[in-house]
């Protein structure tokens, strides 16, 4: 019992130190926003830097720190660690960090030795700061490049080629004048009208809307079922019945005879076709139909 109590002492303990490890972090990181997320690096969390001395850092950084570092700060010719990645320039603020490492130099085994460097205090603050200007221009993965954004156009269609289009390939299911009617209105954004009638969904004919996929199950004694496809592979289909229940049947090759209805299938035949020219000049034709 005694050894029971002193485990859940130590645990109490190492819980309450890191609470107040991060409350202090936070406290240190007065300067940030005012509702910043507090998760994360500091590195990433810091106001940004003043330009002249973030300038004076890059060349000090080129100067000292390039020919191991790299140019990109991922690494150089004599090996240096990629500093976009390391702890210590993540959780830097002002140079406090880098202080000890540039003084005293670094030696880890695997890896070349960094020699000591006698810098001022200012000048490594100074490289702290460039090194934190690049740190802050860095996107989360899959993230847009720096800048700002991209306008795209895609409204570089020819109209009468995409009525042409429309009526040749689109009108067995949709209709100008019916299910499709005012659809430029419906989209503010044209991209996100292009983007919808490829995907089939622009209009509520048979190619478009919310009508799920639905699928009728013959068995061998010609019994039919028909619903709502929930799961459909080469081994099983499921099917969510207009009462309300759901049911699944066993596939073995053709047994049992499954047709399957998706309303999409007209737009599923033509996404190969598709030429970007037929895609421009469709919505074009569509932004009209006001």
Same mark, same amino acid.
């Given at each position: 019992?005694?050894?029971?109590?002193?485990?859940?002492?130590?645990?109490?303990?190492?819980?309450?130190?890191? !609470?107040?490890?991060?409350?202090?972090?936070?406290?240190?990181?007065? @300067?940030?926003? %005012? /509702?910043? *997320?507090?998760? &994360?690096? +500091?590195?990433?969390?810091?106001?940004?830097?003043?330009?002249?001395?973030?300038?004076?850092?890059?060349?000090?950084?080129?100067?000292?720190?390039?020919?191991?570092?790299?140019?990109?700060?991922?690494?150089?010719?004599?090996?240096?660690?990629?500093?976009?990645?390391?702890?210590?320039?993540?959780?830097?603020?002002?140079?406090?960090?880098?202080?000890?490492?540039?003084?005293?130099?670094?030696?880890?085994?695997?890896?070349?030795?960094?020699?000591?460097?006698?810098?001022?205090?200012?000048?490594?603050? !100074?490289?702290?700061?460039?090194?934190?200007?690049?740190?802050?221009? @860095?996107?989360? %993965? /899959?993230? *847009?490049?720096? &800048?700002? +954004?991209?306008?795209?156009?895609?409204?570089?269609?020819?109209?009468?080629?995409?009525?042409?289009?429309?009526?040749?390939?689109?009108?067995?299911?949709?209709?100008?004048?019916?299910?499709?009617?005012?659809?430029?209105?419906?989209?503010?954004?044209?991209?996100?009208?292009?983007?919808?009638?490829?995907?089939?969904?622009?209009?509520?004919?048979?190619?478009?809307?919310?009508?799920?996929?639905?699928?009728?199950?013959?068995?061998?004694?010609?019994?039919?079922?028909?619903?709502?496809?929930?799961?459909?592979?080469?081994?099983?289909?499921?099917?969510?019945?207009?009462?309300?229940?759901?049911?699944?049947?066993?596939?073995?090759?053709?047994? +049992?005879?499954?047709?399957?209805?998706?309303?999409?299938?007209?737009?599923?035949?033509?996404?190969?076709?598709?030429?970007?020219?037929?895609?421009?000049?469709?919505?074009?034709?569509?932004?009209?139909?006001?």
């Amino acid at each position: 019992m005694r050894s029971k109590i002193t485990w859940s002492a130590c645990g109490l303990l190492a819980f309450v130190c890191t !609470a107040l490890q991060l409350e202090a972090q936070r406290g240190a990181r007065g @300067g940030a926003v %005012q /509702g910043a *997320p507090t998760v &994360g690096f +500091p590195a990433q969390q810091r106001p940004p830097g003043d330009a002249a001395m973030i300038a004076r850092g890059k060349t000090l950084y080129e100067i000292h720190c390039r020919l191991c570092h790299g140019a990109d700060l991922r690494g150089g010719e004599q090996g240096g660690s990629n500093l976009l990645r390391s702890a210590i320039t993540l959780n830097d603020q002002s140079g406090e960090l880098l202080q000890p490492v540039i003084r005293e130099g670094r030696k880890n085994p695997g890896l070349p030795s960094m020699p000591a460097n006698d810098l001022s205090t200012e000048d490594i603050r !100074a490289i702290a700061e460039y090194i934190h200007s690049v740190l802050a221009m @860095g996107q989360r %993965q /899959g993230g *847009p490049p720096p &800048g700002p +954004p991209v306008e795209l156009n895609v409204l570089v269609g020819d109209v009468s080629a995409g009525r042409l289009y429309f009526e040749a390939k689109c009108m067995s299911c949709h209709s100008a004048t019916g299910d499709l009617r005012g659809i430029g209105s419906r989209f503010a954004n044209p991209i996100q009208l292009q983007n919808t009638w490829v995907a089939g969904g622009a209009g509520g004919g048979r190619g478009g809307g919310a009508t799920p996929v639905t699928a009728t199950v013959t068995l061998r004694s010609g019994q039919k079922f028909e619903g709502r496809v929930i799961r459909s592979d080469e081994f099983i289909i499921a099917l969510a019945l207009e009462d309300g229940t759901s049911r699944s049947f066993r596939r073995d090759g053709d047994v +049992p005879k499954v047709e399957i209805h998706n309303p999409r299938e007209g737009h599923l035949k033509l996404l190969p076709a598709y030429t970007d020219k037929d895609i421009h000049d469709v919505t074009a034709y569509l932004v009209t139909l006001k």
